[in-house]
């Protein structure tokens, strides 16, 4: 794996599986890790948001996600996506391997709530051990009592990565904080993922498309506003 730049953008190049193993690694570090995912909207995001480029020079890793930006990235060297929602899946997993405890912070007014997103996972990972909340204070008021391995904060982009980034002081025991979107809501079942081969075939957007209509803006933004961003910077 390769720490390229890409339009002042830092980014973790590599496959999947390298991606996969440099998270891994992070975990056996006892230090504190932001990790971010870069993909196409991110990048539009940082005309209206320019502290997002130096958020990404100085999180210990940026991972792929996004077919837009394998395609982009792609000429000069071997990229592989590795989505968001897998990141979360594998941690949940090394998570419940290694004895370590997940923090889950959501939105009060999300669509899963913190009953659901707690049965769901005590029948997915029975052997997790995991603290959920919606409330922000309540939240690092409680991390900075107790040891809190893995923390994923599903705020949505760019809210998510900025509430790491300003607290990363009170959560300094936390190994790996990453900002998880819509993650949780997969998870959950209030929110579906695209078919294994429309993600194959990087065509998710089609699939939000008709899954949430209410996404348009946002989808546009992430395909033809990425490559619009890319032509004029």
């Known amino acids: 794996m390769e720490r390229i730049t890409f339009h002042d953008f830092t980014i973790d190049a590599g496959t999947r599986a390298e991606q996969q193993e440099h998270l891994r690694a992070l975990l056996s570090e006892n230090a504190f890790h932001q990790v971010i995912t870069i993909n196409p909207e991110y990048i539009v995001l940082a005309k209206q948001y320019p502290k997002l480029r130096a958020l990404s020079q100085h999180v210990a890793l940026?991972?792929?996600?996004?077919?837009?930006?394998?395609?982009?990235?792609?000429?000069?060297?071997?990229?592989?996506?590795?989505?968001?929602?897998?990141?979360?899946?594998?941690?949940?997993?090394?998570?419940?391997?290694?004895?370590?405890?997940?923090?889950?912070?959501?939105?009060?007014?999300?669509?899963?709530?913190?009953?659901?997103?707690?049965?769901?996972?005590?029948?997915?990972?029975?052997?997790?051990?995991?603290?959920?909340?919606?409330?922000?204070?309540?939240?690092?008021?409680?991390?900075?009592?107790?040891?809190?391995?893995?923390?994923?904060?599903?705020?949505?982009?760019?809210?998510?990565?900025?509430?790491?980034?300003?607290h990363r002081a009170q959560l300094k025991h936390v190994r790996v904080a990453m900002g998880v979107g819509g993650s949780i809501d997969f998870l959950t079942g209030k929110r579906t993922r695209a078919p294994r081969l429309m993600r194959r075939l990087g065509v998710e957007w089609l699939w939000r498309m008709v899954t949430q209509p209410k996404r348009f803006p946002r989808i546009i933004r992430a395909t033809f506003g990425f490559w619009y961003t890319l032509l004029t910077s």
Not at 68 to 74: I, S
């Open 62 to 166: 940026s991972l792929v996600d996004g077919v837009g930006l394998v395609f982009a990235l792609h000429r000069s060297r071997r990229v592989e996506r590795y989505q968001g929602a897998d990141a979360v899946a594998d941690l949940f997993n090394e998570a419940e391997h290694r004895k370590f405890t997940v923090g889950i912070l959501i939105p009060s007014t999300g669509l899963s709530s913190i009953t659901l997103v707690e049965q769901t996972l005590r029948t997915r990972h029975p052997m997790l051990k995991f603290v959920c909340w919606d409330d922000e204070r309540r939240a690092l008021l409680e991390i900075s009592q107790s040891t809190i391995d893995i923390l994923f904060v599903a705020f949505g982009q760019p809210s998510q990565d900025f509430w790491i980034d300003e």
